[in-house]
């Protein structure tokens, strides 16, 4: 459903998107489940309605990462194709975690998002933080224009992208709508038993890869723990760019904030994604100019040496 009066808003965007023959997908940067999945949908449900729709940047989308999702079938757009589109931006918070900078050279912008609103960057936008994931909102927002166009293929990535942000439906954020919504997916009879194997299962040798990475965890006052992945340990243990670990020190009933620190080869910086169960996590990440949700946040460092600032914002926190 479309939540906060929105309807009219929503709308408003669906007459924008349908007025364009052309259409490119931006999501942010090292694109999760959530954003490729919500992306992967929009473009499919666009292409059946007849709208050339392409995803900006695929040559970025880690396909470990996104797991089973992954499709190759979508064309990618180049620079000539995005200078004569609209943009749809989805699953992004702020303007400086584009996953590229195509982006300001498209016609017109519109931007579905589950984001805390911190910017405004596009010429219309929904963003509303009622929702667990881009996913949902792109699901409704299918099902609130045109419903005959949704299929099975869309389905799957929707559902995939919602079980991802949601924790497997069990994080705060998942409300009545959202199981009405996966609900009305499961009428398209796709195999959900698969996709939960795509998303969950793992290799052996990466869970050998990632027992041997617990010894890099550092601990502090027993309540925060962070894990830093040098270019040097990413090598070893071929870790993928993009994926800081943090999930190593979930579920751990010390840990009260958690967070991990990669370098970005392309941005030449440190990226650092921060979580907690129950402490509001993006009042730190917002000191350090990121953003995200409550409990699941990220944000960027030029210096290790700022991990202690980290450290002491956390700390600060947790009081």
Known sequence: MI???NEKLV?????TITSYKKVTIFMHTNPDNDAYGSSLAMARWLRNMKIDARIAATDKIISEIVKGQYDKSIPKADKKFITNSLAIVLDLGVSKNLICDDFYLCKDSVRIDHHPKVETFCKKEWVDTM???ASEMVGWFILANN??????KICEALYVGILSDSGNLQFPSTQASTYELVA????YKFDKQEKQKELYLKHWKDVEMNSKLLKHIQVVDNQIAYLIIKPKLAKKYNIPDGDAKVYLMSNIEEFKIWFGIYWNKEKQCWKV????????VREVATQFGGGGHDLASGFTINSLKEVNQIIEACQKLLQ
């Not at 709308?11 to 007459?15: C, M, T, V």
């Not at 419903?147 to 099975?152: E, Q, S, T």
């Not at 994604?273 to 509001?280: A, E, N, V």
């Open 3 to 5: 939540k906060n009066n």
């Open 11 to 15: 709308k408003s965007i669906y007459k």
């Open 131 to 133: 929702y667990c994931s």
């Open 147 to 152: 419903p005959k166009k949704l299929d099975k």
């Open 184 to 187: 009305k997916f499961y009428d």
């Open 273 to 280: 994604s921060i979580r907690s169960r129950d402490y509001h």
